[in-house]
């Protein structure tokens, strides 16, 4: 189980070795001793098969044993009755579908399963469609291929940054910028006029611009105008922004348009490599980091300022399906009082935070790098914490925090997956 789980934090798909182990043995058994309840597409060929039990059909094909609940087999039909292919959308009102359907007959050929229902309504469904969709397709593959990385790695990889001129006007330049961005879960663009505006056209490439309570775009120096660390000159560890909403910011954008003094070295790390790193030490408290649900807290009240925010989850959330995951959640700063667990599992809790915390704090794992005027940096907030050294003198940044549902849109409407 920890081993499907650990496939699936690294970009490459999971190794099926135990899946395939078990399967194959299983269906020669039921081969030999239950014959004439298997179908097969064709004598020689064991390319598809399908059994039909009480409660479920099984099929395989391509290499895949899936199970398919019958209302599920109804109510995902594809003919022009039930689902509206312009759209994309279902008709079918899956409330009137009989909860004890059973099909009355069943057929497959090479490429499709047909299934007739009792009311002699024919649903059909493409053998390659049902090996995406289903759900033993699924757990098989990665939503978000990814590579995960310190240092070392991230410099040996020679990311480019992406021309602001390429970025704004050609898609091979945005495709180019966002394929980085989904795999390392940073990515930079050059040249860019350092203005607040020129950051915002940027931005609105890409996504909608999430407006929150530090405004749409934003723009600070160290002048303590609100209530957070941030506006001031003093360091900040490796944090994820906005942990105290109830989903934290998918991306943020930086770019500093002045800095006249010292310091103020911004740090990236790659949250989901030191996880991973935990998941290898200690799958326990992996586990116990994905299970317990945690507070985090903005409480502001300075000028006109007055703020009370919170947010809840654990600090890192994985797909329940396939054990993928897709958000950390990791700000010492804001994290609120824990009184969402019982004193010993706290215990354990504390334990497990400081493994990771271990890992996060690895200098192999720091990657440092000035921002200079010109030089914009898109962060996965998800996925990848910042942190600044001290500074003196004036310093000014500018960005704003993206929507992360608008950033995947455009690389999905690229072609990318995301
Ligand atoms: C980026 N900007 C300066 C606007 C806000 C900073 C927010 C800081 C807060 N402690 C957090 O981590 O969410
Ligand atoms: O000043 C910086 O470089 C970053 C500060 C920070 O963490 C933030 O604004 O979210
Ligand atoms: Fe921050």
């Known amino acids: 189980m920890w081993c499907r789980r650990l496939a699936c934090l690294l970009s490459v798909p999971c190794q099926r070795t135990g899946h395939h182990l ?3 043995p299983c269906v020669r058994r039921t081969l030999t001793t239950a014959l004439s309840r298997w179908h097969h597409t064709a004598p020689q060929s064991l390319s598809c098969a399908w059994q039909l039990h009480s409660d ?8 895949t044993l899936m199970r398919f609940d019958f209302v599920w087999l109804r109510d995902h039909c594809r003919s022009a ?3 509206n292919a312009k759209t994309n959308q279902r008709s079918l009102d899956t409330a009137s579908v009989d909860l004890g359907i059973k099909p009355k007959a069943v057929r497959v050929d090479e490429t499709t399963l047909f299934l007739t229902w009792p009311d002699g309504h024919v649903t059909r469904y493409g053998l390659q469609w049902l090996v995406k969709n289903s759900y033993e397709g699924q757990k098989q593959q990665v939503m978000h291929p990814r590579i995960l990385w310190n240092a070392e790695i991230y410099h040996q990889a020679q990311v480019p940054s992406v021309d602001c001129r390429s970025f704004l006007e050609t898609d091979e330049g945005l495709k180019e910028f966002l394929q980085n961005f ?5 990515a930079f663009v050059e040249n860019v006029t350092p203005t607040k505006e020129d950051t915002q056209i940027l931005a609105e490439r890409i996504s909608l611009i999430r407006e929150t309570i530090y405004g749409r775009m934003w723009y600070f120096t160290s002048d303590f105008s609100r209530g957070d660390t941030a506006y001031t000159k003093l360091a900040l560890d490796r944090h994820t ?8 910011c998918g991306i943020q954008v930086f770019h500093c348009l002045k800095h006249e003094g010292t310091g103020g070295r911004t740090l990236l790390v790659d949250g989901f490599y030191a996880a991973e790193q935990v998941l290898r030490q200690a799958p326990d408290q992996f586990e116990l980091l994905s299970k317990v649900p945690l507070k985090h807290e903005y409480i502001e009240n300075v000028g006109d300022c007055h703020n009370h925010m919170i947010g809840v989850g654990p600090v890192l959330n994985v797909y329940p399906w396939n054990n993928e995951l897709y958000l950390i959640r990791y700000n010492n700063y804001d994290r609120a009082v824990i009184n969402t667990v019982p004193y010993d599992v706290v215990n354990r809790w504390y334990t497990a935070h400081r493994t990771l915390t271990t890992e996060l704090r690895r200098p192999e794992n720091e990657l440092w790098v000035k921002l200079k005027p010109g030089k914009a940096l898109f962060i996965d907030n998800w996925r990848v ?11 000014q940044l500018c960005g704003c925090y993206l929507t992360r549902d608008d950033v995947l849109n455009t690389a999905r409407l690229l072609g990318l997956q995301a």
């Not at 479920?56 to 290499?63: K, M, P, T």
């Open 22 to 24: 078990l399967r194959l």
């Open 56 to 63: 479920h059909l099984e099929l395989r094909y391509a290499d």
């Open 81 to 83: 009755s039930c689902y």
């Open 182 to 186: 989904l795999l390392y879960g940073i």
């Open 241 to 248: 922004d906005t942990t105290y909403f109830q989903e934290p």
């Open 385 to 395: 914490l910042h942190g600044r050294e001290a500074f003196t003198g004036y310093r």
